[in-house]
């Protein structure tokens, strides 16, 4: 299989723990980049984790700080994701983050 580019993106429109990204079968992603957005005017945080194989929550980030109408890049080098591992986003306040994920598909 060919390496794919590949973003994913979640509008966090409630305060539960949102799929942004799930690695398929037989693929390991590079997660390069995590850009979080306020755009309603209000400042908000936003939680990171990382769910394994096997179902074990990692914290990435915990209540995170965005300020109101700025974007945020939460990563400062890239991080893996193996098969079936899944990023999830959590935001304080419904209707205000917005949350884009630029990766790597290797299979």
């Known amino acids: 299989m060919a390496?794919?580019?590949?973003?994913?993106?979640?509008?966090?429109?409630?305060?539960?723990?949102?799929?942004?990204?799930?690695?398929?079968?037989?693929?390991?992603?590079?997660?390069?980049?995590?850009?979080?957005?306020?755009?309603?005017?209000?400042?908000?945080?936003?939680?990171?984790?990382?769910?394994?194989?096997?179902?074990a929550i990692f914290s990435l980030f915990k209540v995170k700080a965005v300020g109101a109408n700025t974007t945020v890049e939460l990563l400062s080098s890239p991080i893996v994701v193996g098969e079936a591992e899944i990023l999830k986003a959590t935001a304080a306040t419904a209707n205000r983050l917005h949350v884009v994920a630029s990766l790597l598909e290797i299979g």
């Open 3 to 55: 390496n794919n580019y590949k973003n994913a993106k979640v509008d966090l429109t409630s305060t539960a723990a949102t799929t942004l990204y799930t690695a398929p079968t037989a693929i390991t992603a590079i997660v390069k980049s995590i850009l979080v957005s306020e755009d309603s005017g209000s400042a908000d945080t936003i939680t990171l984790t990382l769910t394994n194989s096997a179902g």
